[in-house]
């Protein structure tokens, strides 16, 4: 029933911009943090961004000025604005939700794929 579905990803040359979106489903979205991870071929996971439910961002430091994190709770939606992109940005992005103290269930989505390259 829980469901994040990520959109947006695609091939973009490097300087370039883009948009990602997250459309959850099947949980109170207001209640819980948001966040972008991504994870490129044979390395780990890595937090992107996260947004908490009162609108609190954390950014990793690399990316902080570049990346932009954003909710709508009343389209159930979080944004990664991704700008000046560079090659070493290839990565399958995830969707993650996580209620914090409020509950144990942490929910991921499918991924979409972004390419910087020329």
């Known amino acids: 029933q829980v469901q994040l579905v990520e959109s947006g990803g695609g091939l973009v040359q490097p300087g370039g911009s883009l948009g990602l979106s997250c459309a959850a489903s099947g949980i109170i979205f207001s209640i819980y943090g948001m966040g972008w991870y991504r994870q490129a071929p044979g390395k780990q996971r890595e937090l992107v961004a996260a947004?908490?439910?009162?609108?609190?961002?954390n950014y990793a430091d690399s990316l902080k000025g570049r990346f932009t994190i954003s909710r709508d709770n009343a389209k159930n939606t979080v944004y990664l604005q991704m700008n000046s992109l560079k090659p070493e940005d290839t990565a399958v992005y995830y969707c993650n939700a996580d209620p914090g103290k409020y509950g144990n269930g942490i929910y991921w989505g499918q991924g979409t794929q972004v390419t910087v390259s020329s």
């Open positions: 947004i908490t439910s009162a609108g609190s961002t």
